[in-house]
């Protein structure tokens, strides 16, 4: 007899924020999201982080598997939940798929903007050598078209 594995739908599997740059990312289990601005109570929301203005993003938003890929290159130091510094953790689904799509999580919508690669503070933040272990799997950028509430486990739709 054969077994047919259905492929789980995309979720929300965890949520991240910091009060202020540098700040120790702080888990959440929900969160509004601001038109405009980001996530309630987060430094890109606040304006009270550290990066240049074109740099600045409203939500970042970061991959199951590219944390995978971090932890496989990041060999000298443990990476902890929330070092990475992304707001939005999402599981099965690849960012490459994320790419150009409009998504709706909870009750917000967002659209992805760009990829967010990892600046040399993330070092000075997380004291390893953090920017290299991302290399290309850092996540995106992706702008609140509605604003909302989200929650861990929530799923993941592209529009």
């Not at 309630?40 to 590219?66: F, L, M, P």
């Not at 060999?75 to 798929?97: P, T, Y």
Request: glycine share 8%.
């Amino acid at each position: 007899m054969k077994r047919f594995f259905r492929k789980r739908s995309p979720y929300l599997k965890e949520i991240y924020i910091a009060r202020s740059g540098g700040e120790a990312m702080r888990p959440l289990l929900n969160v509004n999201i601001l038109f405009g601005m980001g996530l309630e109570g987060d430094r890109y929301a606040t304006n009270q982080g550290y990066w240049h203005k074109v740099e600045s993003c409203e939500v970042t938003i970061i991959t199951e598997d590219e944390l995978k890929a971090i932890q496989r290159r990041a060999k000298s130091f443990e990476f902890q939940a929330g070092m990475h510094r992304r707001n939005l953790v999402l599981a099965d689904i690849s960012q490459k798929q994320l790419k150009g799509q409009t998504i709706q999580l909870g009750t917000a919508i967002l659209q992805y903007q760009k990829p967010r690669p990892p600046c040399g503070y993330i070092n000075q933040v997380t004291k390893v050598n953090l920017a290299k272990a991302m290399a290309y799997d850092c996540g995106a950028c992706f702008k609140v078209l509605t604003a909302g509430e989200l929650s861990v486990g929530d799923p993941l739709i592209i529009r």
